[in-house]
């Protein structure tokens, strides 16, 4: 079966830098995406690994470990509009699989 | 600029009646999705198709149908609906190139009472 898993709930400081993981066992794996959402909107693009290593873009990286089945969003400078729900999902075979979302509260 | 538009935003229904929900993207991609999200379960794909006449069941397909008569087009049809459809859904699409992301729809919010 496939299987997609992120922690539900972080909570973290403004200006801190926190790190959120996500584990999959998917049939085929042809890259991994990390979206955004708000609450009450559409998720939106942040990032895309197919390849080990990490991938740098502002404030926000993300990294992959194809043989671990490992990747984690890593976001720096936290600012309070990075509260929202961050969503890891997999590409297989022939279509793209998301977990369940980890919700990231922000402190100020 | 392209994008994707779903209508309605908001729809209430009663039980037992059908109901269309419209996909329409401007892409030009042949990969189309449904998905729905409720709390505690995130984002369960419907339906998808990879091209004209071609349509696919996710794992959560029983008691909606789609078509795909056209490349910017999916429809999704809830045959009898149900309370436990009561959900946001979103549409996506996706060039399917492996670099690409896909591009949701701004949602539709359904409820069945």
């Known amino acids: 079966g496939q299987n997609i898993d992120q922690p539900t709930e972080m909570t973290a400081t403004e200006g801190a830098i926190v790190q959120i993981n996500c584990t999959y066992q998917t049939s085929g794996f042809n890259g991994l995406f990390w979206y955004q959402q708000h609450a009450g909107e559409a998720p939106t693009f942040l990032s895309y690994n197919v390849l080990d290593g990490l991938e740098e873009k502002g404030r926000f990286s993300s990294f992959l470990s194809r043989s671990k089945g490992y990747s984690y969003l890593l976001l720096k400078e936290l600012q309070m509009k990075d509260s929202a729900s961050y969503l890891c999902?997999?590409?297989?075979?022939?279509?793209?699989?998301f977990g369940k979302g980890t919700r990231l509260h922000i402190l100020p | 600029d392209a994008e994707i538009t779903q209508s309605p935003r908001h729809k209430i229904t009663e039980t037992g009646r059908q109901v269309t929900l419209a996909c329409h993207q401007t892409?030009?991609?042949?990969?189309m999705f449904w998905y729905r999200q409720d709390l505690g379960h995130g984002l369960r794909l419907i339906h998808y198709s990879y091209g004209v006449q071609d349509t696919n069941k996710g794992e959560v397909s029983d008691g909606y149908s789609v078509s795909r008569s056209n490349t910017e087009d999916l429809p999704l049809t809830l045959e009898s609906a149900a309370s436990s459809q009561t959900s946001v859904y979103f549409c996506a699409s996706w060039a399917g190139r492996s670099t690409d992301t896909q591009y949701f729809g701004p949602g539709t919010r359904l409820t069945v009472l």
């Open positions: 892409w030009n991609h042949n990969n």
């Open positions: 999902a997999v590409l297989g075979d022939d279509k793209i699989i």
